[in-house]
């Protein structure tokens, strides 16, 4: 079986088959991770280190507001000497000169990896933990996207698709046959081993399987080959049969024998059996007809009669 046939491989238990499988597991695998800061996480922490920042010296919008100002900041920036006027101008000039001193801001809007830059700024600390986590996988995509992340993760993981494909490439040129083909032969199999006259046909001890004889056509002068499919010797008597498989499950028990003579004219295997019985010298034929209609695994076997054989 193995050296002519390639039986799909089974798929093992725990294999990705479907596009909900491969989600299934990626979701669990990012339900898994440790949680990354959010945008609004960052943009939280980046609002309350500006809160706790000193708040910049308004410049004011009249003379009374800018020297309200002045007045408020430390010496060091009150500039303008005493008995002097105190201009706006001269005094913006100091409070500008004190702002510029504070501690700027960090910005609190933009992109996720914008006020990660920010955050950076004031907590590198924890930026370097943030980058240390794994980044969820992606739920969309393709199936080939879905596989690919998947083996991201975890390289040694089965995919039915691509055990599949590689028993399709069929490399050594074998004839693939899938698990519910395999499952239909042995049915039919086992309904001609069980049934009590083709069981003992087929696996009768002196059997010959698919032997070859050749012969040369009287009225054409051509060389003939034959091949049996199964052939006996009986105690000096010569037996031959084909084994055909048929699908014919609508039709009463009663009607059988008829429907499968007019099957043997329609295609043409009594000639092929007086070809068989006068090439290979059998002295009695038969056919074994098996159904391969699942689940309706019936056998029947017809003699090749004189007549049919003269036709």
Known sequence: LEAEFSVEPEIPEGAFTTTATLREFIDAHNASLPALLSADDIKALLE???????????????VDETYASYEQLPEEFQRIENGTKHTATAMKACIKEYNATLPAPVKTSGSRDALLEQLAIINPDLVAQEAQKSSPLKVSGTKADLIQAVKSVNPAVVFADELLDAWRENTEGKVLVTRQQLSTALNIQKALLEHPTAGKLLTHPSRAVEVSYFGIDEETGLEVRVRPDLELDMGGLRIGADLKTISMWNIKQEGLRAK?????????????????????????????????DENYH??????????LLEL
């Open 298 to 307: 019936w056998v029947a076997i017809i003699e090749a009669s004189t007549e």
């Open 260 to 292: 499968l003579h007019r099957e043997i004219i329609d295609r043409d295997y009594h000639l092929s059996a007086a070809m068989y019985c006068e090439t290979a010298a059998l002295d009695q034929f038969f056919w074994i007809f098996v159904n391969k």
């Open 48 to 62: 309350e280190y500006n809160a706790t920042l000193p708040s910049q010296m308004p410049l004011g919008a009249s």
